[in-house]
Nanobody, 121 residues
Framework: QVQLVESGGGLVQTGGSLRLSCAVS????????VAWFRQARGKEREFVAT??????STSDSVKGRFTISRDNAKNTVFLQMTSLNPEDTAVYYC????????????????WGQGTQVTVSS
């Protein structure tokens, strides 16, 4: 059973930064593709970024502001968020699947419970 636990959310002012963490259980973490999604109140879930052994990518809406990285020794994926604005307010979820091929936006087999990010104006 693969479990994902997000942390690092909170309240930040416009222009501020946060780093989210996603701890992933499982023996073959290095082979997983892990992604971040977000869902604002009343909106559909939105792809943010993904990373695998073959590389990483981010959505156009966060490109240049958000950076995804991973520490295979710690089974953890990070989302460094800078220049935050109120439109970034959402619950942020991490998701994972085995292997690096396929669409960056899904489907993903495993999901965390989410962490709230609120950006005040």
């Amino acid at each position: 059973q693969v479990q994902l636990v997000e942390s690092g959310g909170g309240l930040v002012q416009t222009g501020g930064s946060l780093r989210l963490s996603c701890a992933v259980s499982g023996r073959t973490f290095s082979g997983y593709r892990v992604a971040w999604f977000r869902q604002a109140r009343g909106k559909e879930r939105e792809f943010v970024a993904t990373i695998s052994w073959s590389g990483y990518s981010t959505s156009d809406s966060v490109k240049g502001r958000f950076t995804i990285s991973r520490d295979n020794a710690k089974n953890t994926v990070f989302l460094q968020m800078t220049s935050l604005n109120p439109e970034d307010t959402a619950v942020y979820y991490c998701a994972a699947r085995s292997g690096s091929s396929g669409s960056r936006t899904g489907p993903y087999d495993y999901w965390g419970q989410g962490t709230q990010v609120t950006v005040s104006s």
